[in-house]
């Protein structure tokens, strides 16, 4: 019915750069919240960057300065621009959506990406 697909991972240096980005496709009234989570080995997952339907912004602290994430809310798509990549970077990043479909009656569905590895090397 829904779903998101991220692109943009890969593997690169420190300090190099990255963008992800992370396409909501199906049913889709509206877009509450979109943002990006990661996990690396052995930790739990954690929110990294969301952008709320009025533009608002939140960043983990260890990413500010460095992150920044965006939304196209015509085509409902998130992205997030990394800058600055650090080691402790290295993770799988998840696109995340709270979405509310365009079906009768709504459904309000938290949506997952498979994830998409990021690498950093130092």
């Known amino acids: 019915q829904v779903r998101l697909v991220e692109s943009g991972g890969g593997s690169v240096q420190v300090g190099e750069s990255l963008r992800l980005s992370c396409a909501a496709d199906?049913?889709?009234?509206?877009?509450?919240?979109m943002g990006w989570y990661r996990q690396a080995p052995g930790k739990e997952r954690e929110v990294v960057a969301t952008v709320s339907r009025d533009g608002t912004t939140a960043y983990t602290d260890s990413v500010k300065g460095r992150f920044t994430v965006s939304r196209d809310y015509v085509r409902h798509r998130a992205y997030l621009q990394m800058n600055g990549l650090k080691p402790e970077d290295t993770a799988v990043y998840y696109c995340h959506a709270n979405i509310v479909t365009a079906t009768i009656p709504r459904q309000y569905i938290d949506s997952w990406g498979q994830g998409t590895q990021v690498t950093v090397s130092s």
């Open positions: 199906g049913n889709i009234a509206s877009i509450v919240v």
